[in-house]
């Protein structure tokens, strides 16, 4: 099994800064990708950042100029970086992952976050 923990998070000031961290756990062989998704309500989840192994990094047309995600496979974990945050970018924030596990057998793996609120004021 493999888990992701979501870190940081939580009531920003409009115009402040956000780091969000997230770290996989388990049997991992390689993570193909990480990435942060982000759910506001009554809208569907959208993807705001991923790094791929290479990475290669995507990102949503509403965050580009403002963030920047990054991984360190050592650790199993991503960290994303967004700033001049606005009202819009409240929502719920997901990390998510994907890759190979060893154990119990060679096999795909992919994983949420439980996710984390951020809540931008005015």
């Known amino acids: 099994q493999v888990e992701v923990v979501e870190s940081g998070g939580g009531l920003v000031q409009a115009g402040g800064s956000l780091r969000l961290s997230c770290e996989a756990s388990?049997?991992?062989?390689?993570?193909?990708?990480m990435g942060w998704y982000r759910q506001a309500p009554g809208k569907q989840r959208e993807l705001v950042a991923a790094?791929?192994?290479?990475?290669?990094?995507s990102y949503a047309d509403s965050v580009k100029g403002r963030i920047a995600i990054s991984r360190d496979d050592a650790t199993n974990t991503a960290e994303l970086h967004l700033d001049r945050l606005k009202q819009e970018d409240t929502a719920v924030y997901y990390c998510?992952?994907?890759?190979?596990?060893?154990?119990?057998?060679?096999?795909?793996?992919?994983?949420w976050g439980q996710g984390t609120q951020v809540t931008v004021s005015s």
């Open positions: 998510h992952a994907d890759g190979t596990i060893w154990a119990p057998d060679v096999r795909r793996f992919e994983v």
């Open positions: 388990g049997h991992i062989l390689r993570i193909n990708s």
């Open positions: 790094i791929g192994e290479s990475g290669s990094t």
